[in-house]
DNA sequence: CCCAAAATACGCGGAACTGCGTATTGAATA
DNA sequence: TATTCAATACGCAGTTCCGCGTATTTTGGG
């Protein structure tokens, strides 16, 4: 079974370098590729029959940490490789938020790079030693990160809604609890979704989650 | 140049399938082995001189994560891989802190084990691809105690749908990302309703995430 | 090789949710 | 005072979800 793979990377020269280095793989198939986190999520759109994304950190327009969070948020099942030249903790650190499956450097050869694909798609993660390191590092001392990044303008009684919601309730059950009617939760709900931007319970509750909200 | 290598490892069979696989790399020298945290230290105070000791976490009197704590202490230029079996979040956490440098899962091959060694001694990490996922997830959720209380006998597929109704995918969509029909999708969530008890989405979310599956 | 479990697939009827209107009341405030 | 906004309330049409059957194929152990 061939593998379908995506590429983020905006520099066409390093591009170049690694498909030519996956030439070497024939089951490695390149369904697409990208400039930008943009880009890369328009063609997922079009076609996110993929195993696995190769994601640069340095993009324009959309960089590779907010790409990475988009993918995992739209298509849980794609992998996300992040692969770049660069190493400091704090890419490390969001991009292992962002929920990326491993973080290669960019000067890790052909084999290398095929077998951190094998390892993650077969339910593992793979890092270069020197991210390794690094990732022991953070779990030994981690970096406070703080929170609340938005508010999204949501009220007092709004946000007591949310609660509600995380917990599974129903609209029936939520106007039973808060002694008011139906009709008035669903007015509150449609409210929140504005808001948030989203359209069902869950993505609420996710959003106002990562938020830091509820 | 020679690497000197320790071994800690109770079980005299799986003492000798290591010295085995490393009996291909005529390079590495075990220098001597010990049955248990104890020995080790005791083999150490008569001959320090080793780059790195390969550790076993299960061990009598004193195991892995202590005699990797003592060894750091004593001798922090010596580097420590751990060997474990499999599920083992608890330990994994405690080694980390404890200063190991990297972390095998037993099974691994010669070549593997051979290669964890040379990039641990070349100043990076190593870890299986099983162990690196588990450190992601530590990175990404520090020390939660009362994780995994309980799994329900959710199958890998289940938690997989979880994934995806944790962000508020539909039904329709899922089926689209996992390439399954949407019936099928209908009754996997039918399968995880029952296993946890509940008889909606955002019940069966939180209940997951409550106990550490998603 | 056989069995049990898991994964896959389909349909029906009813329940719950969602989008889009409309409307009233009270509190804050410009 | 006029206006804005939050909170309350209602209905309809359409969508999605849920519970309950049934059934086939794949897979992992014994």
Redesign the interface.
């Known amino acids: 079974m061939p593998i379908y793979i995506a590429i983020a990377e905006d520099n066409s020269f390093a591009l170049q370098g690694l498909k030519n280095r996956l030439a070497k793989h024939p089951e490695i198939e390149i369904k697409h590729t990208a400039k930008n986190g943009k880009e890369l999520l328009k063609n997922l759109q079009k076609n ?2 993929i195993d696995l994304v190769l994601m640069d950190l340095q993009m324009p327009e959309m960089d590779g940490i907010a790409a990475t969070s988009a993918v995992k ?5 794609i992998k996300v490789l992040i692969l770049t030249t660069f190493d400091d903790d704090e890419n490390l ?1 969001n991009a ?2 962002a929920g ?3 973080y290669l450097l960019k000067e890790d050869n052909g084999t290398e790079i095929f077998q951190a694909i094998m ?2 798609l ?9 991210i ?2 690094k ?2 590092q ?3 001392q ?1 970096i406070s990160k703080e929170q609340k990044v938005e508010d999204f303008g949501l009220t007092q009684r709004e946000i007591e809604l949310l609660t509600q ?6 609209n029936e059950e939520i106007a039973s609890n808060l002694h008011i009617s139906y009709h008035t939760v669903r007015k509150h709900i449609e409210n929140i979704y504005r808001k948030l931007q ?1 359209g ?7 959003k106002a989650s990562d938020n830091g909200i509820v």
């Open positions: 996110h029959n948020t739209k298509y849980p099942q650190f292992i938020l990326a499956s491993g390892d993650t077969s339910g593992g993660a793979a890092m270069s030693p020197v390794a390191l990732t022991l953070l779990v030994r981690p919601l995380k917990n599974g309730l129903t989203v069902n319970k869950l993505k609420a509750v996710k």
